[in-house]
Structures are given as C-alpha cells and as structure tokens.
C-alpha cells in the first residue's frame, strides 16, 4: 500500500513540516520505499517531484524539505508498490490537464478490475490501476462538463459519485486536486487535522522535529493536514468517515 | 527571447556538464533570468523540475546539476519572458499526454495570432504563445492520428508540416519530444554537436569547467546536444538551416 499527504490552506504555507515526519516512513519508519512524488499549486501553475527512490534517502526530498515553497494546495505520496512496477511512470502524484488546469491524483489501495473500464481522452503513461482511475475519472468529468461547471455544487457532487463508484473496486483513498478545491475520499484511512489561531507547537512522530506554529504563522491563517495516518502526538487529528468525500477549500471543509 | 538546450541519445546520458553551461546564461552569463525548466525521460516515465526563479541562482538548478540523472531525451529551457508575466504556470517545458505518451515541448521565438488558432482537446494553463502552440499542435496530431500511426514517416512529415505553418507566425525555434523522438525546428537559431568515439575533452564558454568525455563514456555511446548558441569551444557545432526540422533518434539525425 501507500500513503498520502495533502495539504490545503487559505494563504500559501510550506508542507516541510509534515513532510519531513512522512518521508521517513518511505524506507525508515515505514515500508512505503518505491518512490515518492509531490504537487505544489502556485497561483495556476503546478510544479511537480517525482522520484522513484526511497524518500527516506532521496536527494530530491532533502531539496524539498530544505526549500520554502509555499503553496494553497499540496498532494504527496509515498509508495509501496502494489500493482505496477517501481518506476518513475508509475510514482504519484499524476498530473493531466482539464480546462486549462492541472489536475492532480494519488491514491492509495488496490482496485480490481479498473483497467476494465474504457477510456477515451485520458490514458495511463504507467501502469498502474490509481492512474487508470484517475483517467477514468477525468474522463467522466470531461464528458459530463465540457467546460468548467457554473455550479460548483454539481461538480462536486458528480466527483463524490465517481469516487464512490471506484471504491466499489477495493480501497480508494485518495487525495485529487483540480488548482482550486482537494477532494479526499476516505475508503479505509484518511486523518485530517486543522491549524488554526491560537496556533502552538508540534512534534513529528517520525523524527525528532518540533516546530511552534504560533511563530511561523499569522493569526489568520488556516491549515489543514490530511494524512493517511497522523503525523503528530498531542494533536485533534480527524479520522474521516469510510466512503466519505470531504472537499477542501481556504484551508476549511467546504462539503461532504 | 530564450535558450534552449536538448539531448538525445543511444544510451542514458547525464546532461550536468551542458546544463552547468546553460544556467550561467540565466542571469549570470546572459539575460534569460524568467525562469527555467527541464523535463527528462525515463521509460516511458517524464520528470520535469520547474522554476520561476533564475537559473543561474536556483537550489533546483543546483540539485539537478549535482544528481546523475541519466536520459535518453532531455528538453531544457530558460527563459527571458517576451510574452506572458513571469510565473510558475509560463515555464517551460509544457507537458501533455498523448497516446499514453508524455509529450514535451520548449520554445525560443515570439508568434504573432498563435491565440486566435481554437483549440479542443488540449488548452494552455499559462498565457504564453508557446503553449498555446504547443496545445494547438497536439490537437492537429491527435484529430489526424487518434492512435500512434504505425508510419513514423508520416507523423514526422506531418510534424514538420505543422511547424513550417507556425513558423509564418514569426520566430519558432522549438524542441518537441514525443517520448521517442526528439523534434527540432529550427526558425532563426539551433546548432547541434554529436560526440562519439573516439571522444575527448571539452570546455564550457559560459563557466570554467572541462570534462574528458573519453572518461565518462562507453565506445559505442552516441550524444547529441542541441543548443540554441553553442555551449563549448573547438567543438565542431552544425548551425541548423533556417526553417528546417531534424528529428533526433538514438543521438542521430533520424531524418530532416
């Protein structure tokens, strides 16, 4: 299996804190050491890491825990391969364009039968059943809207569905970001946590880190975490519901 | 304007020593300090690093110059912003999925009316000339060949038909890579250089490094460095003719 991080805010924030506790389980604490990948939104743009190695050890995350990039949305994810090989086609976050934004998946769990279902404007680079879907997925969400929604309410909705639908195949946790809004759909575990004034210090499970949020923030910022496991001691993490669809907007729940 | 850098080879190469050259010219060396990006294959996999900040300056920069990252095509550019603001979402290269292929492009020069060509399937993020030809041209291929045809030769002819038209817009020095192939136009600048056995020394222009490539390499590797200004002195490089396409294979002109 895997696991997953993603992080929505209402000012752009870094994710070196919490990603500093996940890379460890990706060789160190954890067994997730098939290669990791992060997203990071800046304004419309995305830029992206992908590595096929450990991150525990990865070059390319000591960059990414020592720089500050700040960012309203983040989706990482460190694998354990399940269903693909380890390479860097099939290393999370997948990245595809849909009315002129990036849209970005990673998943956790085991689909059966996903590459089943027919594709038509999206196809898989790798091979993996999580990049199956996430085609799938836009797919449906390109056919149904070929232009962005009015109503955001109704693309909402439609995403809940689609999600639901694939976790009928097996565990689909997963974190999907379209530049604005992360949709999280529990199917086994996901824990989110919310930061918020009056803000206080946090310490790492996985590496001895602390850092006091009250002196890295302002009063007005809002943070979420989400993680397939908690990445702090002594914080209110939230376990989401099996089979639910929580969406993420300035850093808040915005529906279920 | 901007600068280009690509390589493509028989067997994977790391492009350290050209890319050191380049990145002096993003704001050291020469003016092109709008950002920069580079995209490198692997498999069938595409890892891009983007940044909005100099080259000649960037921790990113300086990671992919300390890391072996072994390719068999690269497409690297920095750029001096003509058209479209300096931000995350203008960098090149862009990156698209076509056929389960990631489809690369970069691109030197500045096209009057590209914005007016409508687009369908694939639509630009940023507000750069450059990607919205590079949408346009992946719309052309995908409406003529809905699959990879199994005609190389048509899709190259093809290719270079659609260059030549975008090239009447005004300069179009571009380096395409469909996963396989590397595609060049030349519009007003690109010079290329092959090294092959018996290999020896060379020396950067822009910094002062030198490296004996009969140390680095095997007799039967084959690398083709294109560059928009050549990177190194006493080596032979072969200006490209104006209006001409070359499409780079195993470190060879595969055909014009």
Redesign the interface.
């Known amino acids: 299996m895997c696991e997953l991080l993603g992080m929505n805010c209402n000012v752009p924030t870094d994710i070196r804190f919490s990603f500093s506790g996940l890379i460890q389980r990706g060789g160190r604490t954890g067994p997730h050491s098939d290669g990791w990948g992060i997203a990071f939104y800046?304004?419309?743009?995305?830029?992206?890491?992908?590595?096929?190695h450990p991150s525990c050890q990865s070059?390319?995350a000591k960059?990414v825990r020592?720089?500050t990039i700040k960012s309203l949305n983040v989706i990482c994810h460190i694998r354990r391969a399940t269903n693909g090989r380890v390479?860097?086609?099939?290393?999370h976050p997948f990245?595809?364009?849909l009315?002129?934004?990036?849209w970005t998946l990673a998943h956790n769990g085991k689909l059966k039968g996903i590459k089943r279902r027919r594709l038509s404007?999206?196809?898989?680079?790798?091979t993996t059943d999580s990049e199956h879907a996430f085609c799938w997925i836009l797919d449906q969400v390109r056919d149904r809207f070929p232009t962005r929604p009015r109503s955001e309410r109704s693309l909402q909705r439609f995403i809940g569905e689609l999600a639901r639908d694939i976790d009928g195949l097996g565990p689909f946790n997963m974190l999907l970001c379209d530049s604005r809004d992360l949709y999280c759909h529990c199917s086994t575990n996901l824990n989110w946590l919310t930061r918020r004034a009056p803000f206080g210090p946090a310490s790492l499970i996985d590496t001895d880190m602390t850092v006091d949020f009250a002196k890295e923030t302002t009063p007005r910022d809002i943070v979420t975490v989400i993680a397939t496991h908690p990445l702090t001691d002594h914080e209110p993490w939230i376990p989401m519901d099996r089979g639910s669809l929580v969406i993420f907007r300035d850093g808040l729940p915005a529906a279920g």
Chains 1, 2 share one sequence.
């Open positions: 800046n304004g419309r743009g995305c830029r992206t890491f992908h590595d096929p070059e390319v960059l020592n720089q390479c860097l086609e099939n290393t990245v595809r364009e009315w002129g934004c990036s404007h999206y196809h898989p680079i790798g």
